[in-house]
């Protein structure tokens, strides 16, 4: 039945079936960071008041708590989300009536907000200041127990934050997170190779497709990590062929000048040696991991590409796929926004719907046995950053603080291309390989295997199954709009860089039936490539700022200007499906490269294209509001359609009765509507002359419209070229 704070309980008492009865003590205060003191009267009443429940003394509980409800919760009412709301107060008030699972969850409490006060942690994190006991608590028993907690803050605002309480797993009776390791807001050396060498031992014994060279061809440059202690012996070396394992890095280079790398007047100077003292923070902790796994070679692009030698980048940004694909491993400094952040700093995560609110990641052990020190639980900040990130797409925007690595485009190949990859993330270290995402807390390996279940979101997974799987060009051309619509969301320093930081992963598609790369689109899969949308990433609206050609041509995505909050997407293809108008043709494709590299940028991009077409303007619309509306000529006869439906490729005010032309290219797939009865949206592209007698357009935007009366099947069949 319900009561005043949440769902009283109808089974009977768990005290005994849980043996928490018999599993309590009192804390120590010691965290992480420090001793923290408390009350010693307050202490010795909590230890009798807690000695009073174990078994044999008089006051243990013959009566259900209605407090904690004794954790016994219908399954109905905990796939609900059904809590139980409580104070402190009223939790301690329980523990004086001899309840046992409240003086536990009490306990994990005390131990949480003295770490908070820690010495340590008020330094690191100040906007822990003022935060003592939560005002309220929710108790929320779901597969495991959590804490639910609102503090007070001195502004009068409010904090909420939620709380883990976990054992090792099958070590506790009680009904917390089966975990399996404590993570701490320390990350060691020591605790870090462990990790790699476990993760990489499951790699090679297990997944058929993370295999890697033994020994093999090292990059053109590489950098030598030496081997004594002071780090007077590191190098730039010119490998001229030779084969050894190496790692390679993905970090951020960051804002501003200064950036250490190698110029045409210091590369001489690195082949040398390199300053141990000038390297940036996270190159040289990559150095000491290199070293750590007994690897002589650390690959770095700032260091191995000559920075201001455009031929030297040229050649070498080509061979991004064969660096990344053989490397041993590749470390990703995922949580640095720069190279001078570092690997080994202290780790945080943000408290439930409080962006501003950092916490340590330590897990604090709460005793639950006065004979046997070592039974017990630890409560710890919710994990949760990592695992949203890694188990989705498209929401890199979101975990700027977190990972900010994984919001740059360069990265995103970075990312795809190795075979393991180790991101040190903000929170804990996560290794994402060919065949499964982990991570330390072991969440994610519960519900991230390729093998096994084919995680949703999980951009490794679509790449390496498609490209073992033998797809047919439709199936790998998806696959590819994926890839596209992700990497059209992350930040560029260069927008000139953007079709060189996704030529590894081009390269790994070409040979795969999709024919010929046409500057960021695949020609068996051309017409529908044609049908990227730029938009707002934040809010879906219309593209506000004027238009910049990046170059030519203007049909493929990697010449749409994305400055800002824009964006690139294909997700109205990937939501709907696409089916190409059996009018459409493209007839002829006449191409030239502006370098050697195929997947690089095109000088010219002439496509010959024939379908059903008509003629259309924006105009301004009738008075009062004037607004400016999309008016297509079908039938004969002027139709007025919502500009809602147009997707502008750049400032719609520049195409105010501008002639446009349109040009039908297919619909949506009409097995993948849901609505009963609803027509198919007709996919087409608008167009604009390149000059008044030319028979030239370039394209301006894409309109989708589904009105049955403004359908292009029936117009005339017309032959044009876009550029």
Not at 122 to 141: S, T, W
């Amino acid at each position: 039945m319900e009561g005043p704070r949440g769902v009283y309980l109808t089974k009977p008492s768990a005290h005994e079936q849980l043996g928490v009865g018999r599993h309590l003590e009192g804390c120590s205060l010691e965290s992480s960071q420090g001793t923290v003191g408390t009350d010693e009267a307050t202490k010795r009443d909590q230890m009798q008041q807690q000695k009073q429940l174990l078994p044999g003394h008089s006051k243990a509980p013959t009566a259900r708590c209605n407090v904690c409800h004794d954790l016994e919760f219908e399954q109905a009412e905990i796939d609900n989300n059904t809590w139980v709301q409580t104070t402190k107060e009223e939790l301690d008030g329980a523990v004086r009536r001899g309840c046992p699972t409240c003086s536990l969850i009490s306990q994990a409490i005390t131990r949480f907000c003295a770490s908070l006060r820690s010495d340590y942690n008020r330094a690191k994190y100040p906007e822990l200041h003022g935060l003592k006991q939560p005002n309220r608590v929710r108790i929320m028993p779901f597969k495991y127990l959590c804490l639910h907690l609102q503090f007070q803050k001195p502004d009068g605002g409010h904090a909420q934050v939620l709380l883990d309480l976990f054992s090792p797993r099958g070590s506790s009776a009680f009904p917390v997170l089966q975990a399996p390791d404590c993570l701490s807001s320390k990350l060691t050396l020591t605790g870090l190779a462990t990790k790699i060498e476990a993760w990489i031992q499951n790699c090679e014994s297990k997944h058929i497709h993370c295999h890697v060279p033994n020994r093999p061809k090292l990059p053109s440059r590489a950098i030598d990590v030496g081997f004594t202690e002071n780090y007077d012996d590191i190098k730039l070396v010119s490998c001229g062929g030779k084969s050894a394992r190496y790692v390679a890095l993905s970090y951020c280079w960051g804002k501003g000048a200064g950036m250490f790398q190698t110029t045409r007047s210091s590369l001489a100077s690195w082949i040398q040696g390199i300053p141990w003292n000038e390297l940036p923070k996270t190159f040289q902790d990559s150095i000491i991991i290199t070293r750590r796994l007994g690897i002589s070679y650390l690959w770095i692009d700032a260091l191995c590409i000559v920075q201001d030698d455009t031929h030297d980048w040229e050649v070498e940004s080509a061979n991004m796929a064969s660096v990344y694909s053989n490397s041993y491993l590749t470390i990703a400094a995922t949580a640095a926004s720069d190279s001078h952040h570092g690997l080994f700093v202290d780790r945080w995560t943000h408290s439930s719907a409080e962006v501003g609110l950092k916490l340590p990641v330590d897990a604090l052990r709460v005793p639950t046995s006065v004979d046997n020190p070592d039974e017990s639980i630890f409560v710890r900040p919710w994990i949760h950053l990592a695992h949203d990130r890694f188990s989705d797409t498209e929401n890199a925007q979101d975990h700027a603080e977190d990972a900010p690595l994984l919001t740059r485009a360069w990265a995103f190949q970075e990312r795809l291309l190795p075979s393991r990859t180790l991101h040190v993330h903000a929170e804990e270290l996560v290794w994402e390989c060919k065949s499964a995402v982990q991570c330390e807390c072991e969440h994610l390996d519960q519900t991230a295997s390729f093998e096994a279940v084919e995680m949703e979101g999980w951009l490794k997974d679509s790449v390496t199954g498609s490209l073992h799987a033998g797809e047919s060009a439709e199936k790998l051309g998806f696959v590819w709009l994926i890839l596209v619509s992700e990497f059209g969301a992350l930040h560029l320093t260069h927008e000139s860089d953007r079709l060189a930081a996704l030529s590894g992963l081009a390269s790994m598609f070409s040979g795969k039936c999709l024919g010929n790369y046409l500057g960021g689109i695949w020609e068996h899969d051309l017409p529908r490539g044609l049908m990227f949308t730029v938009t707002n990433i934040e809010l879906g609206e219309l593209l506000p700022v004027q238009q910049i050609q990046m170059s030519p041509p203007s049909w493929s995505w990697a010449s749409a200007y994305v400055g800002g909050s824009m964006r690139i997407s294909y997700n109205h293809i990937l939501d709907n499906g696409f089916v190409k108008d059996p009018h459409f043709q493209v007839i002829g494709i006449d191409l030239i490269l502006q370098s050697g590299n195929p997947f690089s940028w095109l000088e010219r991009g002439l496509l010959q294209l024939k379908g059903s077409c008509t003629v259309a303007k924006i105009s301004t619309g009738p008075l009062p509001s004037g607004n400016p509306q999309f008016v297509m000529t079908v039938g004969g006869v002027q139709k007025v359609i919502l500009l809602m439906c147009f997707w502008s490729d750049g400032n719609i005010e520049h195409l105010e009765n501008v002639p446009l032309d349109c040009i039908l290219i297919g619909t949506e797939d009409p097995s993948w509507i849901a609505e009963p009865g609803r027509t198919p949206w007709e996919y087409v592209l608008v167009l604009r002359k390149t000059s008044v007698d030319s028979n030239t357009y370039q394209r301006v935007g894409l309109l989708l419209t589904t009105e049955e009366t403004c359908s292009l099947r029936n117009e005339i069949v017309r032959t044009m070229l876009l550029a």
